[in-house]
């Protein structure tokens, strides 16, 4: 199918479905919006997709960035038409049926929203698409959860752009959270409730706010970032949390 992207109606027309969707979950995916000319139009270049399975986001994000490769990032990174365009195309992906059923989750989810800044990070495609281009090549942190939720470690690094505009922020980030063992982010760095030493949801952030007051963190190095963050961090550093 050539990719198009949604107007405004097609937008509404999304919406309408995903409210249906959640009263009726066994409803049957509504191909023909995909392709009406009154809700959708061609976008700047003709690209194909094909329907096509996603495990982890890494999966997801590594067929985006072919297929949107001959876009301008600028107009992939705020397109609403299309990011909602895809997420329809994708629905078996990012909401799939679990006992028959689906479990819809907020229209942010799925309905792009570029100009929102605490939601455009949480469309479950996008995501995928923009952490890699922003993390890489330090990015695995951000891979390993299916395409079809938001794991707390993107939720909680996405949300801050005061952290993501640093540029060795993802190198530290890696290095100080990532477990080798466990192929994956350690344990308990995001504890809602508890807060730990070094971690990531509570300390991370106060730590960074404090040390911007006095140093240039733009011109850091990822070893000199994780340096400056302290022992506390440090003690975690390529360390294997148990669970």
């Keep these: 199918m050539i990719v198009r992207e949604f107007n405004a109606s097609g937008i509404a ?3 309408s479905f995903l409210a249906e969707c959640r009263i009726h979950p066994q409803m049957p995916f509504p191909w023909d919006l995909l392709e009406d000319d009154s809700l959708t139009k061609r976008i700047s270049a003709e690209l194909t997709v094909e329907p096509t399975h996603f495990g982890p986001r890494r999966e ?5 960035t072919t297929l949107l490769a001959p876009l301008p990032e600028d107009e992939i990174a705020q397109n609403a038409g299309l990011w909602t365009w895809l997420s329809l195309f994708f629905f078996n992906e990012v909401c799939p049926y679990r006992a ?10 799925y309905v792009f929203e570029p100009k929102h800044s605490r939601h455009f990070y949480r469309h479950l495609l996008f995501i995928a698409w923009y952490a890699a281009r922003l993390a890489k ?3 695995r942190l951000f891979m390993t959860a299916p395409v ?6 993107t ?3 996405m949300s801050r752009l005061f952290l993501t505009r ?17 192929g994956k982010a350690r344990a308990g760095i995001v504890d809602q409730k508890v807060v730990k030493p070094g971690d990531l949801r509570h300390r991370l952030p106060i730590r960074v706010r404090q040390l911007e007051r006095t140093y240039d ?18 003690q975690g550093d390529n360390a294997s949390a148990k669970v």
């Excluded at 079809?148 to 470690?153: E, P, T």
């Excluded at 640093?166 to 466990?182: K, S, V």
């Design 148 to 153: 079809s939720s938001l794991d707390q470690v």
């Design 60 to 64: 997801a994000a590594d067929y985006l």
């Design 13 to 15: 027309n999304c919406k």
């Design 217 to 234: 963190l733009f011109s850091l190095t990822g070893d000199q970032l994780v340096e400056l963050l302290g022992v506390e961090f440090q």
């Design 155 to 157: 939720d909680r690094v």
């Design 137 to 139: 090549p330090h990015d």
């Design 166 to 182: 640093i540029p060795c922020i993802f190198e530290a980030l890696d290095r100080l959270y990532w477990d080798e063992g466990r």
């Design 100 to 109: 028959g059923q689906r479990t819809v989750r907020n229209d942010y989810s």
